[in-house]
């Protein structure tokens, strides 16, 4: 197994690190906006852009931190354990780099779209949010890229 200057640290570190930042992030817009949502919230958005499925907000809160934690600690332990062969730590963590600020964006995005609404059934999630939280993605998967750079 070839190994590079510096172990699988510099993988591991950008694959977590910002699934566990997004999380951070995730809880600061619930804590910013939580007064002006409605109970229970919109969990998930059907075709339209229509909500279909409803939880409380704790629940919310709870499974949107635990799937960005989650997706941070599966890409971390792939980026450590993975076979070091076509550069599959250093894909892993730029997958993981970008997965990160995707799920923070698109999660709390369906918090935002529910500020101010006195009923979750009235939200409406237009499909362009997905495209806005592509940018973010691809902005932290360059920056995984670039940080894993083979010196």
């Given at each position: 197994m070839?190994?590079?200057?510096g ?20 809880t600061?817009?619930?804590?910013a ?13 059907g075709?339209?852009?229509r909500?279909d ?6 629940g919310?809160v709870a499974?949107?931190?635990a ?9 971390a332990v792939?980026a450590?354990?993975v ?9 892993l963590?730029?997958t ?17 779209a529910?500020?101010d ?5 009235d ?13 973010p ?15």
């Open positions: 070839r190994r590079h200057r172990g699988r640290g510099r993988y591991v570190a950008v694959a977590g690190l910002p699934g566990v930042a997004g999380a951070l992030v995730f600061g817009v619930y804590l906006v939580r007064e002006r949502l409605p109970q229970p919230l919109a969990s998930h958005v075709p339209g852009g909500p499925d409803f939880m409380s907000q704790g919310f499974t949107a931190v799937v960005q934690l989650g997706m941070a600690l599966l890409f792939l450590r354990h076979p070091d062969r076509d550069s599959g730590p250093r894909t963590a730029v993981g780099a970008g997965t990160g600020p995707f799920l923070c964006v698109l999660m709390a995005q369906v918090l935002l529910q500020a609404v006195s009923d979750a059934r939200m409406v999630f237009p499909g362009w949010y997905l495209a806005t939280a592509a940018v993605a691809a902005v932290g998967a360059a920056t995984g890229w670039a940080l894993t750079r083979h010196r």
